[in-house]
């Protein structure tokens, strides 16, 4: 097609659609985990001895015998049969942050030529995928390349139903031959194993003599765009990369600030519906969704699960989203920057710790400066967050979330710790070697007498900070849309395991004076503070004041971009926090910087070439369409000796060149490869290679607001955003 007239049949087609019809939803109690082999089903299907096993595995993670393994596998086949599979298939989480799968049937033959169903232990606990294949930072080589996945145990099977059948999936984790972790699960495990043995050691210290295994949990607030197929077809910045590359502004954006928590869309809404009740059929508790800030962006929030199984629900989450949505017509964009000059997408993570026997640690009741667990608790993640900031940056740092961190919507990358006032305060007292009692919000009056009072929370919410307390939780707010929250998780977790370390160190010198404990972890705290406190900040986390301070008065780092944070990774001080606590060796840790810069440049590269071949191919042909018509325009009324304005050919024939001439430009950097280190191939593409990329927007998105609108071959902004 030429000129817009994809833009027009785009148009037409969205306009003409047939609606929708709106299918009845089941009740949720019937459709409800229907498809998961969680403990419910295990019991049904199970010997007592069998079912019993498995259920000390998952709740306190004590190891499974292989003879309970063939039994497990056994009642997992009939129950997946008896859904309708005919394949199984290993489900496993590389540092891609998206799934992988190798699918299986069941069935194996005779030498009569019989075909019959067989599913072992064995083939349940462990799968070989290719181990060379996947991004594995140089642990695996080409001709080294078998690898493993082996059943988690922890994370329950379930059935994922398409138009082409059933298939039973078997959450598992990822290795190396040699057993370095090639994924994302198993970090997450051994992070969350090396919180809950520190946490329980200080729990120990403070006279709780029933002290079950700690968990991490996670809940993650999912920020997303929707776009017609039809717009989104006619656009190969956005089938190649997810954002556009190209856009000049609506005339109307979010402004009017009238879209956030506004009507729902009835084609989304729709979607929406069939989206979770997949996910309820999945044991996915989707909790909230609603309208975001910008034009055509939604948020889905489920509740809260064990971190474990809330990363893998939160990857099945994306993987049925994207493909839902294209049922309906939509493609569903991830990317945190989708659209420039609007709100981008974000996924806040909410996490906790907390075991069967003491609750939530992250709690701190009515009176948190009587509550010493929670006071050491939340201590730790102050120091963690100081010490490991830059980690914590590293962690979320990718292409896309670039775009996004440190605007106007979301928190800058400068990490530091949101308390609200109670909290605060409370810090602020022991660190001046006091506890006073904390003030509680007060109650909120209206004077109006049809309204009931309710009691106030004791402190705002701050939507500028990158770690926020919530009430019960932190927030992590920098993690990125379309990134798996496992990273994050894993970085969180470990950060707390080494404070909890610190702190039982600390806490058990000073109990050994024979002072009470409120003395004690008051000396702790008051030390944790002196060294730490830097990180808490409850102000404007977007204002310049804050940057300059955070950094020439507090010590903290401003990181801008991923080339500025990966080398985190690199730092003798998160080698050892690994290598102490047992999450990652220095070998896959350092995989893990290789793998993650690799994919920074490379997505950054193919940016810079899709940039390229839609300014030659799409835009500058019809700019020239243009000044053709402009040409033979004012030819014709110059021979009517009528004197035209020829200002907007001018105009545009200064901005065509100029695209081009940064073109040119851009086109010779990326051919450019000869760099001393990884470091600096990143340094490149974050300032030279972007650079000249917005160069090109520039000129482009001026030219877009110049061309006749008949000619412009790319649906515009306001089509994507307003035309549903």
Known sequence: MSGNESRVQAIHQITNREPTVVQQTEPLGKIWACDVFNLAKMEEALSKTAYKAVKKTVETGAPLEPSIAEVVAAGMKEWAIAKGAKFFSHIFYPMTNITAEKHDGFI????????????????????????????????????????????????????????????????????????????????????????????????????????????????????????????????????????????????????????????????????????????????????THHNEVAPGQFEIAPYYESANVAADHQQLMMTLMKATAKKHGFLCLLHEKPFAGINGSGKHVNWSVGNATQGNLLDPGKTPHDNLNFLLFCGAVIRGVHKFGPL??????????????????????????????????????????????????????????????????????????PFAFTGNRFEFRAVGSSQSVSGPLVAMNTMLADSLNWIAEKLEAELSKGVTQADAVVAVLKVLMDEHGNAVFGGDGYSAEWHEKAVSE???????????????????????????????????????????????????????KVVVDMAKTAIYPAVMNYLSDLGVANASMADLEIEIDDTVMKTVALEVNAMMAAVSKLDKAIAQHDFASTEEHMQFMANDIRSLMDEVRLHADTLETEVDDALWPLPKYREMLFIK
């Open 392 to 465: 914590l940056r590293a962690v979320i740092a990718t292409a896309s979330n670039d775009h996004r961190l440190g605007a106007n919507e979301a928190p800058p990358a400068i990490m530091s710790v949101y308390l609200g006032d109670q909290l605060e305060k409370v810090f602020k007292d022991i660190k001046d070697g006091k506890v006073v009692a904390s003030t509680s919000g007060g109650e909120m009056d209206l004077g109006l007498s049809q309204i009931l009072k309710f009691e106030r929370d004791p402190g705002d919410r701050n939507r500028t900070s």
């Open 108 to 287: 194996i033959t005779s030498s009569e030529g019989n075909a019959i169903t067989e599913f072992s232990g064995s083939l349940l606990i462990k799968g070989e995928p290719d181990g060379s294949s996947f991004p594995n930072g140089s642990l695996r080589m080409t001709n080294s390349a078998r690898g493993y996945t082996a059943w988690d145990p922890t994370s329950p099977a379930y059935i994922m139903h398409t138009d082409n059948g059933a298939t039973l999936m078997i959450p598992s984790v990822f290795m190396s031959w040699t057993g370095e972790a090639l994924d994302k699960k198993i970090p997450l495990l051994r992070s969350n194993a090396a919180m809950s043995k520190a946490g329980q050691k200080v729990l120990a210290l403070m006279g709780e003599t029933e002290v079950a295994r700690l968990n991490s949990s996670c809940g993650a607030e999912q920020e997303y765009f929707l776009v017609d197929a039809n717009f989104a077809n006619a656009r190969p910045d956005l089938l190649l990369t997810g954002r556009t590359l190209f856009g000049a502004p609506a005339a109307k954006g979010q402004q009017f600030d009238d879209h956030y928590f506004g009507a729902i869309p009835a084609r989304v809404q729709i979607f929406m519906q069939d989206f979770e009740d997949q996910l309820y059929r999945l044991g996915i508790p989707a909790k």
């Open 554 to 608: 507090r010590g903290l780092k401003n990181i801008p971009t991923t080339a500025d944070a990966l080398p985190a990774l690199r730092e003798a001080s998160v080698i050892e926090l690994f290598k102490n606590t047992g999450v990652l060796s220095p070998v896959e840790l350092e995989s893990r910087f290789e793998v993650y810069a690799e994919q920074y440049i490379l997505a950054i590269e193919v940016e810079a």
